[in-house]
């Protein structure tokens, strides 16, 4: 009796949402093969290539038949940005935190160049005083009007990059951390004012926005009181109908957060063995008689 694989390239073509019933029954949600005893801090996705944040370096991925992950090449280029957590590419322009600040990048002569902080209205940065003398001991805010923003992080571009979400706990939230957005104005240079995105944000914490071309927004959160930690939730953007949050397969009583999609398979970062690592989307063995 032989098994084999079977082939899921059609995938590619969709959106996750269209195959999450297939996903129930398919699939497995197993852990990926690059992962050591070392945590996995943060997952991206760059020109459709999934991207990994290990030991403070990042490194880009490749692909076996069946999904899993095999490692790639450390990006210097990347980790001389600083950046802290997810970043997210659109169009050549590359998006993410560093210090708290809200960021591009571009691609020159094959590698990645800060172009520095974005100009959000009403915001500019400040150094904070107290802190030392030099970067390492300082820290770096958005303020408004006087008064001391709480930094951004997690960004991720969106709505053929007119659409930048982020997470915060700044002030004019729901409590905890939120996931906002701000837009891209008129001049094409610069963005509005942060927008709480209300229709996900509760009391607790919410984090890693990552919306999908169906309008369905999915982020973690810890608001569920039956599951310790964070879960990964999902919001159709264009209804009123409340967020929900995914299947056992993919959640657990560890902390599930970082739910990116590559050629249509799921790929999230859990601590429900002890260890943060990398979990995907792997098709189940057919027999072939």
Not at 2 to 9: R, T
Not at 25 to 51: F, G
Not at 163 to 173: C, D, H, I, N, V
Not at 264 to 272: A, E, F, T, V
Request: net charge neutral; charged share 25%; glycine share 10%.
């Amino acid at each position: 009796m032989k098994k084999i694989f079977l082939s899921i390239l059609i995938l590619g073509a969709y959106g996750i949402s269209a195959y999450e019933s297939r996903f129930l029954t398919d699939y497995t949600m197993e852990r990926s093969s690059v992962n050591t005893n070392e945590k996995v801090e943060n997952l991206s996705v760059i020109n459709d290539q999934l991207v990994f944040t290990r030991g403070g370096k990042i490194y880009t991925t490749f692909f076996n038949v069946n999904n899993d992950v095999r490692m790639g090449e450390e990006r210097s280029d990347l980790n001389a940005l600083h950046i802290s957590g997810q970043f997210s590419e659109y169009n050549g322009v590359l998006y993410y935190s560093s210090n708290g600040l809200l960021c591009s990048s571009v691609m020159k002569n094959g590698l990645w160049v800060s172009e520095g902080e974005l100009k959000i209205d009403g915001y500019g940065s400040q150094r904070e005083k107290g802190k030392g003398s030099s970067l390492f001991y300082g820290r770096w805010a958005y303020e408004t009007k006087g008064k001391t923003k709480e930094p951004m992080f997690n960004p991720f571009i969106a709505n053929k990059g007119k659409r930048l979400y982020f997470t915060s706990s700044m002030e004019g939230g729901k409590g905890g951390k939120d996931i906002w957005y701000i837009e891209r104005n008129a001049d094409g240079k610069t963005w509005s004012a942060p927008v709480n995105e209300e229709s996900v944000n509760t009391n607790k914490d919410e984090d890693y926005p990552v919306l999908m071309s169906d309008n369905t927004l999915y982020y973690s959160s810890n608001q569920d009181a039956k599951l310790k930690g964070y879960n990964i939730y999902k919001k159709n953007l264009s209804d009123k109908k409340p967020a929900v949050m995914l299947e056992n397969m993919y959640n657990s009583n560890g902390n599930d957060i970082n739910f990116v999609v590559v050629g249509g398979i799921p790929y999230y970062l859990s601590d429900k063995n002890g260890i943060q690592n990398i979990y995907f989307a792997k098709l189940k063995e057919i027999d072939n008689d």
